[in-house]
């Protein structure tokens, strides 16, 4: 059987989304959009893309908003985020913003499938997946 062109088409995209996406099997498994409720129940504070891509947002409504694009993983039960530190997005006040990280680094303390709690300093901080 002679394999047509959408053939492979099909495996070349394939071939092409796993071997660009180097997240690990853990990473793999909590790509997704995650809410905090108490925030937002319509914006997600944090979308996991499965490209390793990912949007993280600060929001305090009707204050300032931002949000910043960069890559993530998951490594030895860590959290990590990598971005270049600029804001892309921003509602309010700009001069509350200060320094943004470029690299973060959250234990993972349980995911779920539908809740990922995240260790920050001394308390855990849960995000509900959607």
């Not at 949007?55 to 204050?63: D, E, L, M």
């Not at 910043?68 to 990590?80: P, S, Y």
Request: aromatic content about 6%.
């Amino acid at each position: 059987m002679k394999p047509t062109l959408k053939t492979l088409a099909c495996t070349m995209a394939i071939t092409t989304t796993t071997a660009c996406s180097n997240l690990s099997d853990r990473a793999q498994e909590m790509t997704g959009n995650y809410y905090e409720p108490a925030i937002s129940e319509t914006t997600p504070t944090m979308e996991l893309n499965p490209d390793g891509t990912c949007t993280i947002r600060a929001i305090s409504p009707g204050v300032l908003s931002y949000s910043i694009k960069g890559t993530w993983n998951v490594l030895r039960d860590t959290l990590f985020v990598d971005s270049d530190g600029k804001a892309v997005e921003i509602q309010g006040d700009s001069t509350l913003i200060g320094d943004i990280a470029t690299h973060l680094a959250r234990p993972v303390v349980n995911f779920t499938g539908s809740q990922l709690t995240l260790k920050f300093h001394d308390s855990d901080k849960v995000y509900i997946r959607r």
